[in-house]
């Protein structure tokens, strides 16, 4: 049996009917003592996709997964899901989302079985078909061997792995992770990177919020950036790059101290910002045309700064999003 046809008896279509678009959002907005944190966001997202929202924290990225969610009230603007207002119908709307904050919401004194068994039977499903449920789910997720263990034992992955179960329980069609990486070593990301990738195969739509730039680029088919709680651009991870340029020139300088003398001749060769990291001796320059590289080397070595490597790449999501909103996604505002 697929995740997805877990919670549901008779494996039919999302309840309430629903259909169309996975997220169809217009003009949301929410204000906070007089801030707006979510600034009249539109949101597309497609059945079967994983849409991705990525921006720095305090971007408003969870407030307006909250609102869509039915947890916070949407101050301005309009929201469905699969066709079903989500201020008009938010039963409906529970039944068709499933959400993963950002904090596991399991109870650490009980075990994973009983925790899958506890929210299974709070949503009114009986009692002998929760224990298959909270059974499929834990074999699903790798936690077999953990099952009967207390959650205060678990890793932070495996504790993530189990919140992502619960979500599931009922089958929703659509399924909201917040920042679900956070905090967890390479392996394990890698882990819930494969998880969510199943989720997509077995017929979910995954609505994911991220401050991490690799973690868009490998899972999100398209990607919106949210900065100040305004969506600045969206597209493909591949468009979005080339908007920024057809390639990336990356230089590596012998001295880190030469730095600002090599970002002066980039400005005088090309007419454009390099994108710094002064302590490693770095640059990144966005390039409209690859050979212009050839240019670029030729004036360093008439100004006489040294170079340690060279590359010409694609531009990354790092140098997306530091053109489009001027910082990066560590910041915490």
Not at 104 to 131: C, H, K, M, Y
Request: aromatic fraction near 4%; hydrophobic fraction near 40%.
């Amino acid at each position: 049996m697929s995740i997805t046809e877990l919670g549901r008896t008779d494996g039919g279509p999302a309840p309430g009917g629903a259909t169309g678009q996975a997220v169809h959002a217009r003009g949301l907005a929410k204000t906070f003592g007089g801030q707006r944190a979510v600034d009249g966001i539109d949101l597309d997202v497609r059945p079967g996709e994983v849409f991705g929202v990525l921006g720095p924290n305090g971007a408003g990225k969870t407030t307006m997964l909250r609102m869509l969610a039915t947890l916070l009230p949407i101050d301005a603007g309009r929201a469905k899901i699969f066709g079903v207002d989500v201020a008009g119908d938010p039963h409906v709307i529970r039944q068709l989302v499933g959400v993963t904050g950002q904090y596991a919401s399991v109870d650490e004194n009980l075990t994973a079985r009983e925790n899958l068994w506890l929210f299974s039977r709070l949503q009114g499903i009986a009692a002998p078909r929760a224990r298959r449920i909270a059974a499929e789910l834990l074999g699903q997720f790798g936690l077999e061997e953990a099952a009967d263990k207390a959650i205060a034992h678990f890793s932070g992955g495996m504790r993530r792995r189990l919140d992502l179960a619960a979500s599931l329980i009922s089958r929703p069609p659509l399924i909201f992770l917040d920042e679900p990486t956070t905090g967890l070593d390479p392996r394990t990301r890698g882990q819930m990177w494969d998880t969510i990738r199943g989720l997509v195969a077995q017929g979910c739509t995954v609505l994911l919020t991220t401050q991490y730039l690799d973690e868009a680029d490998q899972l999100a088919d398209r990607v919106a950036v949210i900065d100040h709680g305004r969506k600045v651009a969206e597209g493909t991870p591949d468009e979005l790059k080339t908007a920024v340029g057809d390639s990336t020139l990356q230089l590596l300088l012998a001295e880190p101290d030469e730095v600002p003398a090599a970002a002066e001749v980039v400005r005088r060769v090309l007419g454009v910002d390099p994108v710094l990291s002064p302590e490693r001796g770095r640059l990144n320059v966005a390039l409209d045309q690859a050979d212009l590289a050839g240019e670029v080397l030729i004036a360093m070595r008439t100004a006489g700064v040294s170079i340690s490597s060279v590359s010409v790449a694609k531009p990354s999501l790092d140098e997306v999003f530091l053109a489009l909103t001027g910082h990066g996604t560590e910041e915490d505002r």
